[in-house]
C-alpha cells in the first residue's frame, strides 16, 4: 500500500513544482526539488513503518537532501537556466517533472519497501553513505571555491577530490545511495533497482556524458582525461 501512496505523493508533489517552475520561469528548479523529494518520500513512508532502519534513513536523506537542495539553489542563484534544460522547452511538465518523478521513485525503492530490524550487514550501509556524503560535499564546496576566484575562469578543476577522478561529486552521490540500499536490506533485495537506476543515470544518461561532451575538444580538459580517471577515484601516486 506504501508503494501507490509513495507513487502519488511523488506525482503531486512533482506537479507542485511544475507550477513553481512556471512562476519562475525556468525548469531547472527541478534540480532544487530533487533532494528535498526524497526528503518527503521517506518522511512519508517514516509515518507508517517507524522502523529504526527508516528513521536513520529519514536523518541521513535529510543531510543530503537539504545540502544538496540548498547548494543548488545557491548555485543557480541570479543566474541563467541551466543548459541542459535548454532542450525542453515543449511540454516539460512531462519531459522533466514527471520523468524525474519516476526516477524519484525507482531510486527511493529501498526506504518505500525497507523491511525487518537491523542486521549486521546494515551497519555496512551507514559507513558507506558517510563515504558517499564525504566525497560529494568536499568536491562541491572545492568547485564553489574554485569558481569564486577570477583567476580560475574557464580553466578545468583539477586538484582536492577533482586530482582523483573527473567527477567526485558524482561518485559520491552514487556511493551515498548504495548505502541507503544497504541500510534497508532484508528479504527486499530486488530494491537494489534503486542503487542501479542512479547508477545508470549518473554513468549513461544526465550526469557524467553531459559534463564530458560539454569540455570535449578543450585541450585542458583532454589532458586532463588521460591523467584522472572518470569516475572512481584513484589515490596512486602518479
Not at 531547472?28 to 518522511?43: H, K, P, Q, S
Not at 564525504?134 to 583539477?158: H, V
Request: proline share 3%.
Amino acid at each position: 500500500m506504501t508503494i501507490l501512496f509513495s507513487t502519488l505523493l511523488i506525482w503531486f508533489y512533482m506537479t507542485a513544482w511544475y507550477f513553481v517552475s512556471i512562476l519562475k520561469k525556468r525548469n531547472d528548479i527541478a534540480d532544487v526539488a530533487w533532494g528535498l523529494g526524497f526528503i518527503l518520500v521517506t518522511f512519508f513512508n517514516l509515518i507508517f513503518n517507524s522502523s529504526s532502519k527508516l528513521f536513520v534513513s529519514f536523518v541521513l536523506i535529510f543531510i543530503w537532501g537539504a545540502r544538496l537542495a540548498l547548494h543548488i539553489n545557491q548555485r543557480n542563484k541570479n543566474k541563467k537556466e541551466d543548459y541542459r534544460y535548454q532542450a525542453f522547452k515543449s511540454n516539460p511538465y512531462f519531459k522533466v517533472f514527471i520523468t524525474q518523478g519516476f526516477f524519484m521513485f525507482l531510486i527511493a525503492l529501498p526506504v518505500i519497501s525497507s523491511l525487518g530490524s537491523f542486521n549486521w550487514f546494515n551497519y555496512f550501509g551507514i559507513l558507506i553513505w558517510l563515504i558517499g556524503f564525504y566525497f560529494e560535499s568536499t568536491a562541491d564546496r572545492q568547485l564553489k571555491e574554485f569558481l569564486k576566484n577570477p583567476k580560475n575562469k574557464g580553466k578545468i578543476m583539477q586538484s582536492g577530490l577533482w586530482a582523483y577522478s573527473r567527477h567526485p561529486n558524482y561518485f559520491g552521490e552514487v556511493t551515498m545511495w548504495w548505502g541507503i540500499w544497504l541500510l534497508n536490506l532484508a528479504s527486499n533485495w530486488w530494491t537494489i533497482i534503486g542503487p542501479l537506476t542512479i547508477t545508470y543515470l549518473i554513468l549513461k544518461v544526465s550526469g557524467v556524458p553531459l559534463l564530458e561532451k560539454k569540455y570535449e575538444g578543450n585541450k585542458e580538459f583532454e589532458d586532463y582525461k588521460k591523467r584522472v580517471p572518470v569516475f572512481i577515484p584513484c589515490f596512486r601516486k602518479k
